[in-house]
């Protein structure tokens, strides 16, 4: 490029020629107004501190020493001297550790088996064609409005004659493929293009290559979000793992941690440092898996 060239592409601004100030717009171009722009931080601001502001408190609790008044009016935010010696006080009062070693055990369970079992029920729905498809897939939305205590006296039956009570396995089971997890995926297959597949079945490529080279791989953010949730709800569950558990060695984390709450109500430095343990890998999941997260719940959107 000579300088020539540089000097049509870059042309000085002519001398008393007022600078434009970058405008705001919103997603469809038009014009944000300064004002408004300022209520959606506000607003934003305080939805924040809505979410955000009770696990900041409880990372602080847990973060005090036991001289420091966490009562005292006003609230100090930051504690004094910050120490981890709550932390260490969890593992020896309860083995932490254990429940959080089986909570893992469950929560990868419920991903590998709600992933799996999903994309190939959503695939179904979505892709094949059988007599009864329609039906099929209004009997899953319909199994997301059944709450889970109508159901949990025959679920606890079903794992008594299966002979599967105080084990893991019974934990495991009954939330193996969610509902909800198979209509996203459905919705996800339903917005590739058939045009692809068809030309692989042209090819040569059967129903399994096409599932596996062509339409999983496509759907990759959706897969995070069926992982996301299927971890958060086994990771959270508190009920079912309290019905079909006796045996403490196999107690889950959120139980572990209401032994502690039942245990010691009065320091609140102990609860908080145990709802942090809790809440970590949560936040460590999400943030591998945020990327995919954001892009997988509009491939996975509801659509006519």
Known sequence: MSALDVRQRVRPEPPGTARREPRVTDEHGRRVRAGELAWRYLLLLAVLALTVGPFLWQLSTSLRGPTEDIYHSPPSFLPARPTLHNYTRVADTIPVWDYALNSLKVAT?????????????????????????????????????????????????????????????GVVLPGAVGAMNVLLMRNAFRGLPYEIEEAAYVDGADVWQRFLRIALPSVKGTLAVVAIFAFMGAWDDFLWPLIVLSDPSKFTLTIGLNYLHGTFADDERLVAAGTVIAVAPLIALFACLQRYFFRGVGEGAVKG
Do not use: D, H, K, W
Request: aromatic share 6%; charged share 10%.
């Open 109 to 169: 369970a419920n991903i590998v088996t709600n992933c799996v079992g999903s994309a190939l029920a959503g695939y179904a729905l979505a892709r094949l064609r059988f007599p009864g498809r329609r039906v099929t897939t209004l009997v899953f939305v319909l199994a997301m409005l059944v709450p889970v205590e109508g159901i949990v006296i025959a679920q606890f039956t079903t794992m008594r004659e299966l002979g599967l009570n105080n084990t893991l396995i």
